[in-house]
């Protein structure tokens, strides 16, 4: 199945900065997916970005197919934006598709 | 956010017992999921359901079965919990396999 890896791992910035999470794939992929895991446990959607760029608010995010990569750009952190980022995709593979493969994650620490 | 409610939203069972966790949506969505999240793994995918009394094995099955008599309502049973089945479940649902995926808040299992 796919691989999907995520950097950093964590990360701690101050309030205000900007920062770059990236989502490496190890196939095509026909859905990718970016989520917030609040530190509530809910998983916010952010973007659905299978190729090209999108952008809402602070937050954007572009996937680049064909070389297998996805960015989500955060910029003027808030501290409300600190939790973990999910990268997630699904590859559809001739006997069918088998839901999101998650990454593990990037851990974001924004301080006041 | 997509009306999906988890029904219990905490659990506390011994090993040994019989489980069942709902998952109701509203959307009437074809596609339904079951996630676990464990530290270390991220989400994995337990089973799906592409339509009323279709499902399929994900990566993480072993111990577990699902039912879905209705488009509306997934459930995810643990015949005989284990202490390993300790985790965060979810459900997500779907348009379509390669739709965005929607989560609902998660049920938290303790299994002693």
């Known amino acids: 199945g796919i691989q999907v890896e995520q950097s950093p791992p964590d990360l701690i910035l101050q309030e205000g900065a900007n920062s770059t999470l990236r989502c490496n794939f190890s196939d095509s992929v026909n859905n990718l997916q970016w989520f917030h895991q609040n530190p509530w446990g809910q998983l916010i959607n952010l973007f659905y970005?299978?190729?090209g760029t999108k952008q809402n608010g602070r937050l954007s995010a572009t996937t680049v197919a064909t070389e297998r990569y996805s960015l989500l750009y955060i910029s003027s952190s808030q501290t409300t934006d600190s939790g973990v980022y999910f990268c997630a995709a699904v590859m559809y593979s001739g006997g069918g598709a088998d839901g999101l493969t998650f990454g593990k994650g990037t851990h974001l620490i924004i301080q006041p | 956010d997509a009306g999906i409610t988890q029904s219990p939203r905490h659990k506390v069972t011994e090993t040994g017992t019989p489980v069942t966790l709902r998952c109701h949506q509203t959307?009437?969505?074809?596609?339904m999921y079951w996630y676990r999240q464990d530290p270390g793994h991220g989400l994995r995918l337990i089973h799906y359901?592409?339509?009323?009394?279709?499902?399929d094995k994900g990566e993480v099955s072993d111990g577990y079965s699902v039912s879905r008599s209705k488009t509306e309502d997934f459930l995810l049973t643990l015949e005989s919990a284990t202490s390993s089945q300790t985790s965060v479940y979810f459900c997500?649902?779907?348009?379509?396999?390669?739709?965005?995926?929607?989560f609902g808040d998660g049920t938290r299992l303790s299994i002693l």
């Open positions: 359901s592409y339509g009323v009394k279709d499902t």
């Open positions: 970005i299978p190729s």
């Open positions: 959307e009437n969505h074809r596609y």
């Open positions: 997500a649902i779907s348009e379509s396999w390669d739709q965005p995926q929607h």
